[in-house]
T-cell receptor
Framework: DADVTQTPRNRITKTGKRIMLECSQT?????MYWYRQDPGLGLRLIYY???????NKGEISDGYSVSRQAQAKFSLSLESAIPNQTALYFC??????????????FGSGTRLTVV | KNQVEQSPQSLIILEGKNCTLQ??????????LRWYKQDTGRGPVSLTI???SENTKSNGRYTATLDADTKQSSLHITASQLSDSASYIC??????????????WGLGTSLAVNP
């Protein structure tokens, strides 16, 4: 099984619909992140969580919300999807932010298309 | 403004050849620099991490260098293989308050290795 699992892998939804992307991890990491990736824009941070009761906005949080249900689970919701939220979404985990940490472990991504 | 710029944007080489990818950054205060490899449709995977005091680090056929004075890093791939075809992303970590770090992601270099 993958260390970081994202579901669904692909999703097409209509404008205005609510959609949830789910992420679970078996790394035992406290820190979890949601990124989106767009061609020409690279990876941009949406939300991050350092603990079950900790939620922080990233650089592009508008239109998104998250829930950290447990240490291993971090879900991303689009309350009312719009076409410019069409992107590749990645969940990631890390064991800390020291100079010697092992970096981020990414899931395989969710390709979301909003029509 | 913290920025990470990578060059070239894309590169095509023949199998067995060497290549070098560049990363220039203006990030302060600097914490560390990582190179990630991202296969098409997959999440990025960490290749190397370099801190301020490190000049060179190898991971198999991948060798990363860091010049903290000129704020430049390079990733050299030796004896390229078809499986090296991917996007290579440079990420610089900036120190923040407390134990926090902020990641500044480059846009990546898309490498295609042809037979």
């Amino acid at each position: 099984d993958a260390d970081v699992t994202q579901t669904p892998r692909n999703r097409i939804t209509k404008t205005g619909k609510r959609i949830m992307l789910e992420c679970s991890q078996t790394k035992g990491h406290d820190r979890m992140y949601w990124y989106r990736q767009d061609p020409g824009l690279g990876l941009r941070l949406i939300y991050y969580s350092f603990d079950v009761k900790d939620i922080n906005k990233g650089e592009i949080s508008d239109g998104y919300s998250v829930s950290r249900q447990a240490q291993a689970k971090f879900s991303l919701s689009l309350e009312s999807a719009i076409p410019n939220q069409t992107a590749l979404y990645f969940c990631a985990t890390s064991d800390g932010q020291s100079d010697r940490d092992n970096g981020y472990t990414f899931g395989s991504g969710t390709r979301l298309t909003v029509v | 403004k913290n920025q990470v710029e990578q060059s070239p944007q894309s590169l095509i080489i023949l199998e067995g050849k060497n290549c070098t990818l560049q990363c220039n950054y203006t990030v302060s205060p600097f914490s560390n620099l990582r190179w990630y490899k991202q296969d098409t449709g997959r999440g990025p995977v960490s290749l190397t991490i370099m801190t301020f005091s490190e000049n060179t680090k190898s991971n198999g056929r991948y060798t990363a260098t860091l010049d903290a004075d000129t704020k430049q890093s390079s990733l050299h791939i030796t004896a390229s293989q078809l499986s090296d075809s991917a996007s290579y992303i440079c990420v610089v970590s900036a120190k923040g308050a407390g134990n926090n770090r902020k990641l500044i992601w480059g846009l990546g270099t898309s490498l295609a290795v042809n037979p």
